[in-house]
């Protein structure tokens, strides 16, 4: 009964802040690799950050670098996602999933998903 919920999605206007988080439950996620992936309509959903599951290993999207932070607790079995500097083109519904590899950043490698929180980042 292994099952991710991500939160903390939201309306915010550009260059404001949100944290998403996404927790696990049924099974322990700092046995996996995590990454955050992003669809928006019309589009194909891209890798956003994936991170390892010591933490040790972190790969951002290009167009997120410098803006977004991924981090993890294990200890309360929780992956986040802290964005700032939002821009509109970061609208999106926000997915977590566990299963893959963080140097491996994109959805065909991960097999366990969250149902995804809506970001929309607008004036």
């Known amino acids: 009964q292994l099952q991710l919920v991500e939160s903390g999605g939201g309306l915010v206007q550009p260059g404001g802040s949100l944290r998403l988080s996404c927790a696990a439950s049924?099974?322990?996620?700092?046995?996996?690799?995590v990454g955050w992936f992003r669809q928006a309509p019309g589009k194909e959903r891209e890798g956003v950050s994936c991170i390892s599951s010591n933490g040790a290993s972190k790969n951002y999207a290009d167009s997120v670098k410098g803006r977004f932070t991924i981090s993890r607790d294990n200890a309360k079995n929780t992956v986040h996602l802290q964005m700032n500097n939002l821009k509109p083109e970061d609208t999106a519904v926000y997915y977590c999933a566990a299963g893959g590899r963080a140097g491996f950043c994109h959805p065909e490698g991960y097999g366990h998903w969250g149902q995804g929180t809506q970001v929309t980042v607008s004036s």
């Open positions: 049924g099974f322990t996620l700092g046995y996996s690799a």
